[in-house]
């Protein structure tokens, strides 16, 4: 399609994106009213928000606008299985400059639906304004489906730390386009498109999990949420880590241990999990360290890497120096 957002209109622009959405059962009223109507079934919803900024979250000389649209499904989707919960459903706010492509909201949109598809949700409303710089505000929605919500506080002493999904994937990724590069391509899609596996969220709270967190921000940074809900410490195994010879070469050649990567970097959205020692875990899950208890009741939080503190950078901060 021809032409901007400015010239197609608001209402026009709205007309656009929602006409390229299907509608999934546990939707019972889409777009086009006041507000949107999804079934709940178990009584409760599991909901969840980001937001997204051009220039900070993604740039455009580095993603397609669909996979911008793919990524920023996945990052909230990922946040409800992580609780053990089914997605059902995504709403977008979407500031743009009036000046935007009409192709390129499209594209986002159909980003947004495909991804949706993969973790069996669909977008189901949303709003349009505009704005001097892209900015998408995606919420998320999902079913428990009558299992109980797993959330970052019920690691226990004893548990076994245990993850499934890719790890530093994205930050190399990352790297690579930070230097001008386009390959090794792996890498660089698992950055612009992330593969949350959405089903082991709910799978995980099936097999008993305990705590379960999706890694957005790092490993250990999001284990260390854990921790301090749970009031434990968490210890991590270094050879229980999965580098790929690939991954590593990378690291060669730009100087970088790819252990940062596996264990710093974000937005893989990974799915790790605290799980009782007799839990009957898939081989899709790999035990990566154990809950320990702390030296600190009260004041539990620490993540360290074969009984060492971890003195690297821990992971992802919004309001951290860069």
Known sequence: MQGTVGELGEFGLIRELTARLPMTPAVELGPGDDAAVVKTPDGRVVATTDVLIEGRHFRRDWSTAYDVGRKCAAQNLADIAA????????????VTPADLPTT???ELMDGLRDECQ???ATVVGGDVVR??????????LG???GRRPVTRSGAQVGDVVAVTGWLGWSAAGLTVLQRGFRSPRAFVEAHRRPEPPYHAGPAASELGATAMVDVSDGLVADLGHVARASDVDIDLRAADFDVPAQMADIGQAVGVDPLVW????GEDHAIVATFPKSAPLPARWRVIGEVVRTARPGRGGTVTVDGAP?????????????
């Open 131 to 140: 704005g001097d710089t892209i900015t998408l505000a995606i919420t998320a």
């Open 118 to 120: 993969v973790a069996g």
């Open 310 to 322: 971890w003195d690297r950078t821990a992971g992802w901060d919004h309001f951290a120096d860069e």
């Open 262 to 265: 596996v264990l710093s970097g």
């Open 83 to 94: 609780m053990g919960a089914v997605p059902t459903a995504l709403l977008l706010g979407l």
């Open 104 to 106: 390129w909201a499209t």
């Open 143 to 145: 079913d428990l489906q």
